[in-house]
């Protein structure tokens, strides 16, 4: 039983220049959908927030006493 070559089709698949609207499905409801992500995951996004506002609030402070302790 030997191998018998088989003869295939190539498909290419291609977009149509007249086609204006392809990415138009990503923008539609932009606010909408980042609210309703954000009240599903709110937990996660405190936890992922919260140690970033608290790490630049420390570093803006900290530099601020610094430029007040070197005026003198």
């Given at each position: 039983?030997?191998?018998?070559?088989?003869?295939?089709?190539?498909?290419?698949?291609?977009?149509?220049?007249?086609?204006q609207?392809?990415?138009?499905?990503?923008?539609?409801d932009?606010?909408?959908?980042?609210?309703?992500?954000?009240?599903?995951?709110?937990?996660?996004?405190?936890?992922?927030?919260?140690?970033?506002?608290?790490?630049?609030?420390?570093?803006?402070?900290?530099?601020?006493?610094?430029?007040?302790?070197?005026?003198?």
């Open positions: 039983m030997g191998k018998q070559p088989v003869k295939m089709r190539a498909v290419v698949y291609a977009l149509s220049p007249f086609q609207k392809i990415m138009s499905g990503l923008w539609k932009l606010p909408g959908k980042i609210s309703h992500k954000v009240s599903e995951n709110w937990i996660s996004a405190t936890l992922l927030l919260a140690p970033l506002v608290g790490t630049y609030t420390y570093v803006q402070n900290f530099k601020e006493k610094e430029k007040l302790e070197h005026r003198y």
